[in-house]
C-alpha cells in the first residue's frame, strides 16, 4: 500500500536545493577581489572575500585564482551599510547585553572576457547577533566572532545565490 504512494513520487522532478550550478559550463576560474566599503566598519571587508573563496573551493568545480585579469569570472562587492543596534538590555546596569548587526551588501558576479553580468544583487541584506558581557571585569569583545559567522553566512547565501541564479 504504502509502495504505491511512493512510487510515483521517484520521477517527480524534484531536486535538493544547493546543487544546481547555472553558470555558463565554458567558465572555470574565479577572482574575488577585495570588497570595496563605504563605512567605518573594516572588519566585514577583511573577512568576506576569504569567506566566498573558501566556499566557492568548498561546494563548487571553480577555481579561485587571484589574478582578476586571468579569471573566466570577477565577484566584486561592497560594503554598503552596517548597523548595529542594542536588542537587550542588563536589568541592573541598563547597559546593552545582546547586539545586532545589520550589514547590507553589493554583489555582482561578471564574465571577465565580455563584461556580461551573470549576478547581480544591489542589496543583499545580513543580519548577526552576539552578547555584551555585562561585567567590565570579565568583558570579551564578541564582535568579531559575530563578523566571522556573518561572513560565512554571507558567502554560504550568496554563493548559493550565485549557482542557482536566484
Known sequence: MLLGIFVPLVGCGYKVAGKADLLPKNLHTIAIPAFSNSTMQYKLTDRLPNALAREFIARTRYQVIA?????DMVLTGAVANVMAFPTTFD????????????????????????????YSQPALDFRERYEISTDPQAYFDES?????????????NTVSAILEMF
Do not use: I, Y
Open 67 to 71: 589574478d582578476e585579469n586571468a579569471a
Open 91 to 118: 536589568p541592573l546596569t541598563g547597559r546593552a547585553a545582546g547586539v545586532q548587526v545589520q550589514v547590507v551588501l553589493q554583489v555582482t558576479l561578471r564574465e571577465r572576457a565580455t563584461g556580461k553580468v551573470l
Open 144 to 156: 568579531a566572532p559575530a563578523f566571522e559567522r556573518m561572513s560565512r553566512g554571507v558567502a554560504r
